[in-house]
């Protein structure tokens, strides 16, 4: 697992949105993000493309947990309570495995334990494994 996290230590948009990656274990990653000014929209909240972010790294992780290259098909997610500040985490876990799709849900949540917004992911499965010299 600890390849799979030093391969998503390349994601540069994570990075720059100060993102990290906290946790991956097979078909389960953990994601965190403590809200500065960048993440606050026009009204003072934290903006729905960085929560969405957020939940798209551990996404991520999760479905490329096994070792094999998984890409996003599809993705939505509710938005239930708006973040304000402190730090939000991203827990997502398998719901479903086949050899070319997987499912996901991601809850995200803040530092009290409420839940911020609800992510759902598809993703396809390629041949493709990933490679030790990616990480």
Known sequence: MRAIKEFFKN????????IELVEVGEGHARARMRIDERHLNGINVV?????????????????NSHGTVAVAINASIWYVKAGLAGTLFADAREVSLNPKLATYSIEVTDDGGEIIAVFEGMVYRKK??????AC
């Open 11 to 18: 994601d540069r948009f994570a990075e720059h949105n100060g």
């Open 47 to 63: 903006h729905g493309g960085a929560i969405f972010t957020l939940a798209d790294l551990a996404f991520a992780a999760a479905s």
């Open 128 to 133: 493709q494994t990933i490679s030790p010299d």
